[in-house]
């Protein structure tokens, strides 16, 4: 496929998610958004704990991994946001797909970083005001369609991420509103 026919299918599908959006059936999560869209970004700062790791950002986590090196895995780890975005930004993690916890390795592809990264969402969703923003969407369909598709290309797809944020707020949903997951 061309390069324009794929420019034009993901400006395509970007016109049909914002007139969903403007419909009420769907969020698109995304940085610049209204609540509860913006502040369910991986930029927005929420504290958490993950494996005995303090984070400020989910974004700090994920650009992170990208390093093999635990001490400055711990100064990725401490950023916000969009500043922890830029430092990730530089590392070719996808030449080998290989990312990090902790100075151990392991395939962007692999079951161990499918759960290391259920975990971590699991870990953030503790937080007070994410469940919140969560549940704020209400059932509508997510969408991030600032992210990419390929997961050779990205720490995290628009798929994994809306999937994995939909299974967290069917769970907070079905709570009694007491006790959170």
Partial sequence: MSRFMINLKKRLRQIYVKWLVWR????????????????LSNFTPYTFSFRGTDFVSMEALLQGLKFEGV?????????????????GKKRKWYLDQRLYWQGKPMMRDSEEYKSLINEAFDALAQNKNFQNALLATSNKRLYHTMGKSDPTMTILTEEEFCSILTKIRMRLQNNDGDERI
């Fill in 24 to 39: 009420g059936k769907a969020v698109d999560i995304g940085s610049n958004g209204a609540y509860p869209a913006g502040v």
């Fill in 71 to 87: 001490e400055k895995q711990a100064k990725i780890f401490k950023l916000v946001g969009v500043q922890a975005k830029f430092k």
